[in-house]
């Protein structure tokens, strides 16, 4: 690998910079650890380089989802285009099959070169305009067709991996070569990336062209992987926010000022206030009551949250959850005893059908309608809002035009100590269709809620002590 023409420490400290930008949190101290760890492995193995600087500047390995094309970016594999292909399409997917049957890296990095060079190209060179395309050159090659073709390549190897191979491990074959596969696509991302940041400047791609991590990837456009990562990242998460509360906790157990016996007490001093005396707070742990919007796209912001808080279950001194669609029903018991996945933990997506299926959320219709829902709650299960409790209340306040039924969540403010409303849609859309947002927050407090990172730090300021 040759050093960039900016000078290593230049690249350390572009990456170091970018994935701030990303959201993780990088100090002097890993950035020093990087220069050490580099000087240590020198440049001649760009993978050992890799995971050196991982090592260094990581802290945890959902991370690396980040970090790897970013790396990619300020040391890229190579620079300049690739040797030109023939342009032939069909040569090339002949030339990937060998390559994906082989396992061959070196022949597969060279193909997503030439792929990207030969098919990815757009604009008008010379111009300004010109650029590459991974979405276009995947969609023109099309690798995942391949599948068949490679597994008929890995077929007609040697006698005892095709005689008696089993049908488990036909489909671990195919996995296998599905592997590949992906990995060839991210090969192909990786170019076109690396050919991009070389016309228009690596620190513009590298904050714009790369994923964000899963806490910062907005709710509402969560796909199953990020959520899967969020998931794995509840207790942790719990356990960080539950160390909070508990030195707020300490911290507001001293109490406020009791001004009148403090001044009191003053007159022994010539009226300076030498002594303070507090107000002592009364031994009595807050409640906390969950209303969470369980409809569509909504469902994985109020699941995540849902489980976050019965993390936490044991920092309160009673926790109750509702869920509505269009009718509202207590589903405190169904989180408590979720079901959880191979690796024991709780499972969102199956927590959402768990409520769908068991719980009463739905009537005549299948959308979510607020006025009705929080009509039924402030009727039927009021009496779970007292004087000690916080209500947070989960959802996008989109009414599909029907009555918001206000005095009903005024009622519900009425009774309870606080009432916070989290909103997963940006706060520019809340005015917009159906969005009955506005009208809600004049009665609540209302907080834009997009994202896990956003989500941990409403967490920690809001819940009550």
């Given at each position: 690998?040759?050093?960039?023409?900016?000078?290593?420490?230049?690249?350390?400290?572009?990456?170091?910079?970018?994935?701030?930008s990303?959201?993780?949190?990088?100090?002097?101290?890993?950035?020093?650890?990087?220069?050490?760890?580099?000087?240590?492995?020198?440049?001649?193995?760009?993978?050992r380089?890799?995971?050196?600087l991982?090592?260094?500047?990581?802290?945890r390995?959902?991370?690396?989802?980040?970090?790897?094309?970013?790396?990619?970016?300020?040391?890229?594999?190579?620079?300049?285009?690739?040797?030109?292909?023939?342009?032939?399409?069909?040569?090339?997917?002949?030339?990937?099959?060998?390559?994906?049957?082989?396992?061959?890296?070196?022949?597969?990095?060279?193909?997503?070169?030439?792929?990207?060079?030969?098919?990815?190209g757009?604009?008008?060179?010379?111009?300004?305009?010109?650029?590459?395309?991974?979405?276009?050159?995947?969609?023109?090659?099309?690798?995942?067709?391949?599948?068949?073709?490679?597994?008929?390549?890995?077929?007609?190897?040697?006698?005892?991996?095709?005689?008696d191979?089993?049908?488990?491990?036909?489909?671990?074959?195919?996995?296998?070569?599905?592997?590949?596969?992906?990995?060839f696509?991210?090969?192909?991302?990786?170019?076109?990336?690396?050919?991009?940041?070389?016309?228009?400047?690596?620190?513009?791609?590298?904050?714009r062209a790369?994923?964000?991590?899963?806490?910062?990837?907005?709710?509402?456009l969560?796909?199953?992987?990020?959520?899967?990562?969020?998931?794995?990242?509840?207790?942790?998460?719990?356990?960080?926010?539950?160390?909070?509360?508990?030195?707020?906790?300490?911290?507001?157990?001293?109490?406020?000022?009791?001004?009148?016996?403090?001044?009191?007490?003053?007159?022994?001093t010539?009226?300076?206030?030498?002594?303070?005396?507090?107000?002592?707070?009364?031994?009595?742990?807050?409640?906390?009551?969950?209303?969470?919007?369980?409809?569509?796209?909504?469902?994985?912001?109020?699941?995540f949250?849902?489980?976050?808080?019965?993390?936490?279950?044991?920092?309160?001194?009673?926790?109750?959850?509702?869920?509505?669609?269009?009718r509202?029903?207590?589903?405190?018991?169904?989180?408590?005893?979720g079901?959880?996945?191979?690796?024991?933990?709780?499972?969102?997506?199956?927590?959402?059908?768990?409520?769908?299926?068991?719980?009463?959320?739905?009537?005549?219709?299948?959308?979510?309608?607020?006025?009705?829902?929080?009509?039924?709650?402030?009727?039927?299960?009021?009496?779970?809002?007292?004087?000690?409790?916080?209500?947070?209340?989960?959802?996008?306040?989109?009414?599909?035009m029907?009555?918001?039924?206000?005095?009903?969540?005024?009622?519900?403010?009425?009774r309870?100590?606080?009432?916070?409303?989290?909103?997963?849609?940006?706060?520019?859309?809340?005015?917009?269709?159906?969005?009955?947002?506005?009208?809600?927050?004049?009665?609540?407090?209302?907080h834009?809620?997009?994202?896990?990172?956003?989500?941990?730090?409403?967490?920690?300021?809001?819940?009550?002590?």
């Amino acid at each position: 690998m040759t050093a960039p023409p900016d000078g290593v420490t230049g690249r350390i400290t572009g990456l170091v910079k970018t994935l701030r930008s990303h959201g993780l949190r990088i100090g002097p101290g890993e950035t020093v650890d990087a220069a050490a760890a580099l000087e240590a492995l020198g440049l001649t193995d760009r993978e050992r380089v890799r995971e050196g600087l991982a090592a260094a500047l990581l802290h945890r390995e959902s991370q690396r989802a980040v970090f790897d094309p970013v790396f990619d970016l300020y040391f890229p594999a190579g620079v300049g285009a690739p040797v030109r292909g023939d342009g032939d399409r069909d040569a090339l997917r002949e030339r990937l099959v060998a390559a994906l049957a082989a396992d061959d890296q070196a022949l597969l990095a060279q193909l997503a070169g030439e792929a990207v060079d030969g098919f990815g190209g757009y604009g008008s060179p010379g111009q300004g305009g010109d650029g590459w395309s991974s979405y276009q050159t995947l969609s023109r090659l099309r690798p995942e067709t391949l599948l068949a073709r490679v597994l008929a390549a890995l077929r007609a190897g040697p006698a005892e991996q095709g005689a008696d191979r089993a049908a488990f491990t036909e489909r671990l074959l195919a996995d296998e070569v599905r592997r590949r596969i992906e990995g060839f696509r991210a090969r192909v991302r990786t170019e076109a990336r690396r050919r991009v940041a070389e016309r228009r400047g690596t620190e513009e791609i590298a904050r714009r062209a790369v994923a964000p991590s899963a806490d910062r990837v907005d709710f509402l456009l969560a796909g199953r992987g990020q959520l899967d990562e969020l998931r794995r990242a509840v207790h942790p998460l719990a356990r960080k926010l539950a160390t909070r509360l508990a030195a707020r906790r300490r911290r507001a157990a001293h109490g406020s000022i009791d001004l009148r016996r403090t001044l009191r007490g003053s007159l022994s001093t010539g009226g300076v206030p030498m002594r303070p005396v507090l107000r002592r707070r009364r031994p009595a742990r807050p409640e906390l009551v969950l209303l969470c919007d369980v409809s569509g796209s909504v469902a994985g912001f109020a699941n995540f949250t849902m489980l976050l808080v019965q993390a936490l279950h044991d920092q309160f001194g009673k926790v109750r959850v509702f869920a509505f669609v269009n009718r509202v029903d207590e589903v405190t018991d169904l989180l408590a005893h979720g079901g959880t996945d191979p690796a024991g933990l709780t499972d969102p997506a199956g927590l959402g059908a768990r409520i769908l299926d068991e719980a009463t959320v739905t009537g005549w219709h299948g959308s979510s309608d607020y006025g009705t829902s929080l009509g039924e709650f402030a009727e039927r299960y009021v009496d779970a809002v007292g004087p000690r409790s916080t209500v947070f209340v989960l959802g996008d306040a989109r009414t599909n035009m029907s009555d918001p039924n206000l005095p009903a969540l005024r009622h519900i403010a009425d009774r309870a100590r606080r009432v916070y409303w989290l909103n997963p849609e940006g706060r520019g859309q809340w005015s917009s269709g159906d969005s009955a947002a506005y009208a809600y927050s004049e009665l609540v407090e209302m907080h834009e809620c997009r994202n896990a990172q956003q989500l941990s730090r409403l967490i920690a300021r809001l819940l009550p002590v």
